[in-house]
């Protein structure tokens, strides 16, 4: 599939640098093992559209039987997204899926009024050095959806759509862009993208969303005669048309964003809502520990362990 032929890519110097409206350098936390970086939410921006977390995981290298241990936990009111660029995790949820993610393909778990999940580096890839480097994100849902029943979708790689032309190779992850439509089911106008640059090639940020941002994770890109390398997230301004160069290396970037939620909203811990009153009805349901009896219970392949309440 090739780019909208309505899209104009432009020229990087359309735009002045002011058309970035926030600039995000992400803070970096050691998880014992691995790095993360988290671009959102920062003190300037919750959200991107409905994107209200944003962190990078790794790139890290594990030995012979180390991995990645991340036990039950809840959540609500949110999305999450799993997209790896290398290794593996192995996801397992209360609504009873068990799925490894590898590269390319989407996992994607809605916890509406609630939802247990862990996340662990498989078996298989403990058996030998290993390595992980992806992106989690979270999206907010809207009211309308923040009480649904939980559920959980996997999309493989060939089956989110691919975009490719002038020197770009793009991966709609979700939502909608250039006349596609990725698979997983959404509850707000959204596009995630994955696009891989060559040296020196133009990328057209799609200019029919509300929010839009990119964030570096290779490479680096040029936005109106300026550099900027990886580790960096950009918000634009509403309403201009953006096209950022890829640098002599080329780029890797992950292009995000959608229509704004009605509102801002709180966010505790692995909880986000619209009001601190179901933050604080999720609390004491995770610090009971009644597994089963109400909005929370341990995955059916995972419940010898989970995270208390902080």
Known sequence: MSWNPTLDPGCPDD???????????????????????????????????????????????????????????????????????????????????????????????VAGRGVTHSERTPKAAREGPSDLFGIQTWIAL?????DDAPSFEHHDKAALPEIADGGITARLILGTAYGATAPATMHSETFYLDAVLTPGARFPLPDDHEDRGLYITEGAVEIAGENFEAGRMMVFRRGDRITVKAGAQGARLMALGGATMGGPRFIWWNFVASSREKIEAAKEEWRAERWGEGRFDLPPADRAEHIPLP
């Open 15 to 109: 735009i002045g640098i002011d058309a970035i409206e926030t600039l995000i350098v992400p803070r970096a936390r050691d998880l014992g093992g691995f790095e993360v970086r988290r671009a959102l939410p920062a003190p300037k921006r919750q959200m991107v559209g409905p994107f209200i977390f944003f962190d990078q995981m790794g790139p890290a290298e594990f030995l012979t039987g180390q991995g990645v241990d991340v036990r039950p936990h809840p959540h609500i009111g949110l999305g999450t997204v799993t997209y790896l660029y290398r290794g593996a995790f192995h996801h397992r949820d209360s609504t009873g899926a068990d799925q490894v993610i590898e590269p390319g393909a989407l996992n994607w778990m």
């Open 142 to 146: 809207p009211e309308a959806h923040e």
